[in-house]
């Protein structure tokens, strides 16, 4: 016979249920999702060539793992605090990377003469929107090449740019002093500006450059406050040409082709030794045979 459940307690069981079940199950797959967070960096350079470059990175962080994305597409904005205006679009590369250079002409500042920069990545499938910000003045640096009494100097000045062509000494600011070398920037100086925003360095005399002796001279004003950073790149021949270097010569190390000398002497010194017993050995052989032929001859027939 069978049991008929009645409507009453069908209600008591699905109230029960939704009174008493945990929340652990609705917790386990909502986060068994992991919404992916995306990350924008914005970093910003005042060229001499009266330009500026920004360069952006897009990544994104799932748990502990960080990934840059790649061909994703970057508008990159100015402002002058109303007006906003595109400066240009580009996409990232394999690392997440992406810049463009935009001429000061184009540029616009509010009533204290700072410009925004804005980037900016819009949400695509499961990649959230994401926005960077930066904010500087214009600011030029100078670099020039003196000889003074057989010394080589570097002077540094540095101006700060309004967008109306005014240009005002830049005091009390720490300028450093590079050139590139195979991986990364020689840091070979540093120079602190004057209230006439200039300074000079003695330029050192050690430095390695290229076969005629050509070295390039970075000089940069480095994540300042105001201006952020401002660079100036020139070419000078006050290196030492680099054939003239006994390093770049053949020379007789455990990792050069030329084998060191006493590497030389000893292998030679233990063949010598190898061979002269191999032929002690053939030798004592042969005397022993001629020995035993003449005992044979001198001793009687039995």
Same mark, same amino acid.
């Given at each position: 016979?069978?049991?008929?459940?009645?409507? +009453?307690?069908?209600?008591?069981?699905?109230?029960?249920? *939704?009174?008493?079940?945990?929340? &652990?199950?609705?917790?386990?797959?909502?986060?068994?999702?992991?919404?992916?967070?995306? #990350?924008?960096?914005?970093? %910003?350079?005042?060229?001499?060539?009266?330009?500026?470059?920004?360069?952006?990175?897009?990544?994104?962080?799932?748990?502990?793992?960080?990934? +840059?994305?790649?061909? =994703?597409?970057?508008?990159? %904005?100015?402002?002058?605090?109303?007006?906003? #205006?595109?400066?240009?679009?580009?996409?990232?590369?394999?690392? $997440?990377? &992406?810049?463009?250079?935009?001429?000061?002409?184009?540029?616009? $500042?509010?009533?204290?003469?700072?410009?925004? %920069?804005?980037?900016?990545?819009?949400?695509?499938?499961?990649?959230?929107? /994401?926005? /960077? @910000?930066?904010?500087?003045?214009?600011?030029?640096?100078?670099?020039?090449?003196?000889?003074?009494?057989?010394?080589?100097?570097?002077?540094?000045? =540095?101006?700060?740019?309004?967008?109306?062509?005014?240009?005002?000494?830049?005091?009390?600011?720490?300028?450093?002093? %590079?050139?590139? #070398?195979?991986?990364?920037?020689?840091?070979?100086?540093?120079?602190? *500006?004057?209230?006439?925003? $200039?300074?000079?360095?003695?330029?050192?005399? @050690?430095?390695?450059?290229?076969?005629?002796?050509?070295?390039?001279?970075?000089?940069?004003?480095?994540?300042?406050?105001?201006?952020?950073?401002?660079?100036?790149?020139?070419?000078?021949?006050?290196?030492?040409?680099?054939?003239?270097? +006994? /390093?770049? $010569?053949?020379?007789?190390?455990?990792?050069?082709?030329?084998?060191?000398?006493?590497?030389?002497?000893?292998?030679?010194?233990?063949?010598?030794?190898?061979? /002269?017993?191999?032929?002690? =050995?053939?030798?004592?052989?042969?005397?022993?045979?001629?020995?035993?032929?003449?005992?044979? =001859?001198?001793?009687?027939?039995?």
């Amino acid at each position: 016979m069978k049991k008929h459940i009645s409507p +009453y307690r069908i209600s008591l069981i699905l109230l029960f249920s *939704l009174v008493f079940v945990p929340d &652990s199950f609705s917790e386990k797959t909502t986060d068994s999702v992991t919404v992916p967070e995306t #990350r924008l960096s914005l970093n %910003y350079v005042c060229n001499a060539n009266d330009s500026v470059t920004l360069s952006a990175t897009l990544s994104v962080k799932r748990d502990m793992t960080i990934k +840059y994305l790649g061909n =994703a597409s970057l508008f990159f %904005y100015t402002s002058d605090g109303l007006n906003k #205006r595109l400066a240009g679009q580009a996409k990232t590369d394999s690392e $997440g990377n &992406s810049k463009i250079t935009i001429s000061l002409s184009n540029l616009t $500042g509010d009533q204290q003469d700072i410009i925004h %920069y804005t980037v900016e990545f819009c949400a695509t499938g499961i990649y959230s929107a /994401a926005t /960077a @910000e930066f904010n500087a003045k214009l600011a030029s640096l100078q670099q020039s090449f003196i000889m003074e009494d057989s010394l080589r100097v570097l002077r540094i000045s =540095a101006t700060e740019k309004s967008t109306t062509g005014k240009e005002i000494p830049i005091p009390q600011v720490t300028v450093n002093i %590079y050139i590139p #070398r195979l991986f990364s920037l020689l840091k070979i100086g540093e120079i602190t *500006l004057d209230d006439l925003g $200039g300074g000079t360095m003695e330029f050192p005399k @050690e430095l390695i450059g290229d076969s005629l002796g050509n070295l390039i001279v970075i000089s940069k004003i480095e994540e300042h406050d105001q201006f952020g950073t401002v660079q100036v790149m020139n070419s000078i021949n006050w290196g030492i040409p680099k054939h003239y270097i +006994y /390093a770049e $010569g053949p020379s007789r190390e455990l990792w050069t082709p030329i084998a060191p000398l006493w590497m030389i002497i000893t292998l030679v010194i233990l063949l010598v030794g190898v061979w /002269a017993h191999y032929i002690y =050995a053939i030798y004592e052989l042969v005397m022993i045979k001629r020995h035993n032929k003449k005992r044979e =001859a001198i001793s009687p027939a039995v």
